[in-house]
């Protein structure tokens, strides 16, 4: 049986990556965590009946620590990593980078010397098979022009605090295989949304917020661009980049999703004028607001050579994912209450210096 070590398999991403691998292998999987501020178990425990709890195993580590990071590689004993765990979210960044510095940087670099210590001791044929996948975001790149897109040659050229931490794990992964033989495949995505994400990134702020009422914020001009993937969809190519990846390489993770902040707003109001009519028009609400510092004007990615590689491309448009995730919300404003207050974030504004 396969053992798959998943950091921050308790967040958005990650944790779609755990249900999958629960759901559709009989993988043993080590969910590693710090159960922070966007960390939840809900989902995945829905999952855990009968035989599948048995092959999720919860690691309650936060990777700053190199000493219990090493424990719990020790006791997962992969046959393969994918790093997810990291803090995400660049509002958050701005108001306090020292967190993103030592959660996205110290902590890839504890992990890669733990994962290291473990591949260099494994069997010949064990270590063979074993791989690491990092993964991370197209934001490492900047900010592009008008007809561009990101591809795996883009230089990087990360504006903010939470891209420049992701920039320096990036690195810090190609240093290890390059260095030190770690076999690693690394991956960039853009902007995902779908179930489960924490109330705080703009599809479900502004879903919930319609919902109440609220004024719905818009950066600036509504006008940055940002290419969209649906979570699963993303699921499906990192399964793919970690299995059949080719070893040093990256490939970038996009869903043909390109649209401005303004195109996505009223996309959700759209959607909830057919879901919640009682609220109609709820583009009404939409409130120009004061932009980000070092707001990016435009991402977009170029995913042709993971299409071409190894075949993936998105299931979903981002008219069916859209639909799909402002109903979930809709059905889960129980789970959205929840979560706010056990963090006691109600869905203020962060970032504004």
């Not at 990134?201 to 879903?207: A, Q, T």
């Not at 056990?342 to 869905?347: C, E, L, P, Q, S």
């Amino acid at each position: 049986m396969m053992r798959v070590l998943v950091t921050g398999g308790a967040g958005f991403i990650g944790g779609g990556v755990v249900r999958r691998l629960l759901a559709e292998s009989g993988t043993i999987v080590f969910n590693l965590d710090k159960l922070g501020y966007a960390s939840d178990l809900t989902g995945i425990q829905q999952q855990l009946v009968g035989s599948v709890a048995e092959r999720h195993v919860l690691q309650q580590v936060n990777l700053v620590d190199a000493e219990n990071t090493s424990a719990a590689v020790r006791q997962a004993d992969p046959d393969l990593v994918m790093h997810l765990a990291a803090e995400s979210h660049v509002d958050r960044s701005i108001d306090g980078p020292g967190e993103f510095l030592a959660s996205n940087v110290s902590g890839t670099f504890n992990l890669l010397q733990a994962v290291r210590r473990h591949w260099e001791a494994l069997p010949a044929e064990r270590q063979e098979q074993f791989r690491f996948h990092h993964i991370s975001t197209d934001e490492v790149f900047g900010s592009l022009g008008e007809n561009e897109r990101f591809s795996e040659t883009t230089p990087y050229d990360p504006r903010s605090p939470y891209s420049a931490s992701k920039a320096a794990s990036d690195h810090l992964v190609s240093a290890w295989h390059h260095t030190y033989g770690l076999p690693v495949v690394l991956t960039n995505c853009s902007n995902n949304y779908g179930p489960w994400q924490f109330p705080e990134k703009l599809i479900p702020v502004v879903i919930l917020k319609a919902l109440a009422g609220e004024s719905i914020p818009l950066y600036g001009d509504g006008a940055n661009v940002r290419d969209w993937l649906y979570v699963e969809d993303h699921v499906d190519a990192l399964l793919l980049a970690a299995r059949q990846g080719r070893l040093g390489e990256s490939y970038c993770v996009g869903g043909y999703g390109e649209r401005s902040n303004r195109e996505v707003v009223e996309a959700i109001c759209t959607e909830l004028d057919q879901i919640c009519p009682k609220g109609s028009p709820h583009a009404r609400l939409i409130t120009p607001v004061d932009d980000r510092p070092g707001h990016d004007r435009r991402y977009a990615i170029d995913p042709d050579k993971i299409k071409r590689e190894l075949g993936w491309q998105p299931c979903y448009s981002f008219e069916v994912g859209l639909a799909e995730t402002v109903a979930w919300y809709f059905d889960h404003q129980d789970w959205c209450l929840k979560v706010r207050q056990k963090t006691g974030y109600g869905g203020e504004r962060m970032g504004t210096k």
